[in-house]
């Protein structure tokens, strides 16, 4: 069993930072990407970033240059870091893990409100 624990979400105005964090724990196998998804009412959920094992990194195209993923291997934990976030960014932001199996773990959630 894997167990991925999210943290760091809240109200933000536009134009504020979030960091939200992520620590994996449990029966990992071994890890293959760590990310995040979001997921705002009414629509699906979507890739926002993720990061391999040897650094690697992709972004959607709407937060790149505002957005960034770190990893800390030796913890399991990952960090999305947000700045000048817009009211668009209000989602639930979900942590995703995939291990070397291709399996595929989540978190709980956290909510993540963009508002004046």
């Known amino acids: 069993q894997v167990q991925l624990v999210e943290s760091g979400g809240g109200l933000v105005q536009p134009g504020g930072s979030l960091r939200l964090s992520c620590a994996a724990s449990?029966?990992?196998?071994?890890?293959?990407?760590m990310g995040w998804f979001r997921q705002a009412p009414g629509k699906e959920r979507e890739l926002v970033a993720r990061i391999t094992t040897g650094g690697s990194t992709n972004y959607a195209d709407s937060v790149k240059g505002r957005f960034t993923i770190s990893r800390d291997s030796a913890k399991n934990t990952v960090w999305l870091q947000m700045n000048s976030l817009k009211p668009e960014d209000t989602a639930v932001y979900y942590c995703e893990l995939v291990d070397n199996l291709l399996r595929i773990y989540w978190g709980q959630g956290t909510q993540v409100t963009v508002s004046s």
């Open positions: 449990g029966s990992i196998v071994s890890i293959n990407t």
